[in-house]
């Protein structure tokens, strides 16, 4: 009886465990791929919106700017406890013309997105106590904490005791 119900206590364990790893997929399916049926100067706003769908974001300046974005993560395995790990991340720019007209496209993928250097220079602040700006936002800090000046009048009466 007893191996009975070890044999189901253990089937049941090892049925909630799955080999295959949980993909949390967000953005468009195979941007990659469906990009590449967009063609410069010939494809609309109609062809964009049929083939990738609506854009994550839109921007407008000049010209349109849709922005669409694939990614793409797992959880890892028992080493690392089930931290996510990034698979995939592809990011698509379309700039379409006042017409409507598809002008430029640019697919950044993980490897792009890696190469991206910034500055490490900061800008440093000096701040003196005795500037104009200081004491301008000391006493209005002041007058806000204590509008009647009350606490002014306390600390005054407790001096002179």
Known sequence: ??????????????????????????????????????IINTSNKNDVTKILGTPLTKSKFDNDLWIYIERKESNSGLLKLGKSQLIKNDVLIIEIDNYGILLNKTFYNMDDMNNIKFVDATTNTEFKKNSFIYNFLSSMRQKINDPLGVRAKKREEIRQR
């Open 1 to 38: 009886m007893y191996k009975y119900f070890l044999v189901i206590i253990t089937s049941v364990i090892l049925s909630n465990c799955s080999i295959k790893k949980a993909v949390n997929h967000h953005g468009v399916h195979f941007l990659e791929k469906k990009q590449e049926n967009l």
